[in-house]
């Protein structure tokens, strides 16, 4: 999936998605309504065994018969009932699943920086129980919808028919009034049921925060506040979510009401028909069986109706999420590039985040050619992460501040761009698989030889040997069971996999001891010759090879040279040498 690709609405999604699938939505609501229409004989067939009893017309052999009929119509009920069922259910699930996954990548559409404003527990919240309220209302709610409107009409029918016209039409009177409560008290459970799931994506948020905190409430014996914090969410979502109860329990509760009146006005009024003979007793019980099934749908239609109301309400929160659109795109008319070398070129006068109320950098302008290596140093907050993460539009730059190849990045194509990067970050992040997976995420299908090589380069091969399943070694979540320095050297290691264009190693060699650092220097002097290579260290040891250093501070780049030539000129990088000499960090 490109930059560019249209995100749909959710309610768009699921019109079309059923509609690409109407002939099998059709076969499955078609089996329903015939296994509704089945059922209904049901009632006939007990009424008109009660009659023939009565009048004691019945032998053995009428009753096996009778017998009979009431077994090929459970079966058949069942049979055609089960296959509409299965077939909305399974369409149902794959609507699920697609749902799950457009909207997985149209997170990875947006930008960075709408990352900074939303949590991921919040948006875990979102995937897991908003796509599934859908599903649920897609498949269980639409079979159940369908049941229960075709069993209402065919019961509705089969009462006009076989018993009596007058005594359906005023014992559904109380029925009517269905409608209007269904109107009035329905926009009351959809409101709740969004509040409701607003506060599960606040304690799915805190979770996330305080497992990923974990070692830090441990050492601090934070745990009782933590779980303070954890209650006081928790009794919010209860509280929410016992208004939807009460909401809910309401709405249940008319129904059994409304149905009571019913069965009162047909014993009533069904009795005085069948006292002055005006229908057959069994024409009575076969109407107060039909009225039971009446009631049925109407109940069932009642868990419809608030399960449509929640869906609808997380089809609300799915569309907020869906109308984030990326800020970060393809040019209109990418520039075709055939090959990327390496040269870049920065004039950026001023770049600001949009949540931050000054400029992170200012009156930045160098060069760095292929085959040279650029060191970043300076304090921290200088802005040294935020100038690399322009180069492949992590964040966007302003037009004509930033080119590659004389290109500005904003003309590339992103695919064209981000391949030519490798980039390791400084906590050299690791998804929670294998070593060989991690390692070899940068290559589709790489080599054991490739991966060990690659390890090899970035000083990790003796670790990867001690491990007991090697490459194949789970690192758990976040490499959680790997150290610092082996989390930065697996990212390097996948870097040099790459074999990009262009490095950017963002202090990533904070973690590691001196002599596993020059050895990872001399690797990438000896395997990245004629390519681009970008160092920040704040451990100055790590740039001091480097053909061009910048000193960043507050966001400007206020000297720039060698390593010799910073040092003769006895200025900030100049005393940043003298206070890690004087920490015993040689540089």
């Known amino acids: 999936m490109t930059e560019r690709t249209k995100v749909q609405d959710p309610k768009h999604l699921l019109r079309d998605y059923m509609w690409a699938h109407k002939w099998l939505y059709a076969f499955g609501f078609l089996?329903?309504?015939?296994?509704?229409?089945?059922?209904?004989?049901?009632?006939?067939?007990?009424?008109?065994?009660?009659?023939?009893?009565?009048?004691?017309?019945?032998?053995?052999?009428?009753?096996?018969?009778?017998?009979?009929?009431?077994?090929?119509?459970?079966a058949g009920y069942v049979v055609l009932y089960g296959f509409g069922q299965m077939s909305n259910g399974r369409l149902g699930r794959i609507f699920e699943y697609q749902?799950?996954?457009?909207?997985?990548?149209?997170?990875?559409?947006?930008?960075?920086?709408?990352?900074?404003?939303?949590?991921?527990?919040?948006?875990?919240?979102?995937?897991?129980?908003?796509?599934q309220t859908v599903r649920e209302a897609l498949s269980q709610g639409l079979n159940i919808l369908t049941n229960a409107l075709f069993l209402l009409a065919a019961a509705l029918v089969m009462t006009f028919r076989t018993v009596s016209v007058k005594l359906t039409l005023v014992s559904i009177i109380p029925l009517l009034f269905l409608?209007?409560?269904i109107i009035w008290w329905g926009p009351k459970i959809r409101d709740s049921s969004r509040r409701a799931q607003e506060a599960l994506s606040d304690m799915a948020e805190l979770t996330e925060e305080s497992l990923t905190a974990i070692r830090l409430i441990k050492a601090t014996a934070n745990e009782d506040v933590e779980a303070l914090r954890f209650t006081r969410r928790v009794d919010e979502i209860v509280r929410r979510q016992m208004g939807v109860f009460r909401k809910t329990a309401m709405f249940q509760s008319v129904i059994p009401f409304l149905g009571s009146l019913?069965?009162?006005?047909?014993?009533?009024?069904?009795?005085?028909?069948?006292?002055?003979?005006?229908i057959q007793l069994g024409g009575f019980v076969a109407f107060t069986l039909y009225l039971g099934m009446i009631m049925q749908p109407l109940q069932q239609?009642?868990?419809?109706?608030?399960?449509?109301?929640?869906?609808?309400?997380?089809?609300?929160?799915?569309?907020?999420?869906f109308s984030e659109l990326p800020s970060i795109t393809d040019p209109e008319h990418p520039i075709e590039v055939q090959t990327i070398e390496g040269a870049i070129e920065v004039r950026l006068p001023s770049f600001q985040y949009e949540d931050a109320d000054v400029p992170?950098?200012?009156?930045?302008?160098?060069?760095?050619?292929?085959?040279?290596?650029?060191?970043?140093?300076?304090?921290?907050?200088?802005?040294?992460t935020t100038l690399v993460n322009l180069f492949p539009r992590i964040f966007d730059p302003p037009p004509g501040t930033v080119f590659i190849d004389g290109h500005d990045v904003r003309d590339l194509a992103l695919v064209t761009l981000r391949e030519a990067i490798a980039y390791v970050p400084q906590d050299g992040f690791l998804f929670s698989t294998t070593i060989?997976?991690?390692?070899?995420?940068?290559?589709?299908?790489?080599?054991?030889?490739?991966?060990?090589?690659?390890?090899?380069?970035?000083?990790?091969?003796?670790?990867?040997?001690t491990f007991p399943d090697g490459l194949d070694t789970v690192v758990g979540e976040r490499g959680v069971s790997l150290s610092g320095g082996q989390k930065q050297r697996a990212a390097i290691a996948r870097a040099f996999l790459k074999n990009a264009p262009i490095l950017i190693l963002d202090d990533s060699l904070s973690a590691v001891d001196m002599n596993t650092e020059k050895r990872i220097i001399a690797s990438i002097d000896r395997l990245r010759k004629g390519k681009t290579n970008i160092i920040i260290a704040h451990r100055l040891s790590a740039v001091r090879h480097a053909d061009q250093i910048i000193v960043l501070d507050g966001g400007r780049v206020v000297e720039r040279g060698t390593h010799e030539s910073l040092l003769a000129a006895g200025g900030i990088y100049a005393s940043m040498v003298a206070l890690q000499a004087g920490e015993g960090v040689t540089a």
């Open 301 to 321: 239609l009642g868990f419809v109706f608030n399960n449509f109301q929640r869906a609808s309400a997380s089809l609300l929160r799915l569309g907020v999420l």
């Open 99 to 131: 749902l799950r996954k457009r909207l997985f990548e149209h997170w990875e559409l947006l930008p960075t920086a709408y990352f900074r404003k939303r949590s991921i527990g919040d948006l875990l919240n979102h995937a897991m129980t908003d796509v």
């Open 31 to 74: 089996c329903i309504v015939v296994s509704e229409f089945v059922s209904v004989q049901f009632p006939n067939i007990i009424g008109q065994f009660t009659d023939r009893l009565q009048a004691h017309q019945l032998t053995m052999a009428g009753v096996l018969h009778y017998v009979g009929l009431l077994f090929i119509v459970g």
């Open 179 to 181: 409608p209007v409560f």
């Open 436 to 465: 060989r997976e991690n390692i070899g995420f940068s290559k589709e299908h790489p080599t054991d030889e490739e991966l060990l090589e690659a390890a090899r380069h970035a000083s990790f091969l003796e670790e990867i040997e």
């Open 360 to 384: 992170t950098l200012q009156d930045v302008a160098f060069s760095v050619q292929p085959g040279q290596t650029l060191g970043i140093v300076g304090r921290t907050g200088a802005g040294k």
């Open 262 to 278: 019913s069965f009162a006005i047909a014993l009533l009024y069904g009795g005085y028909l069948t006292i002055t003979r005006q």
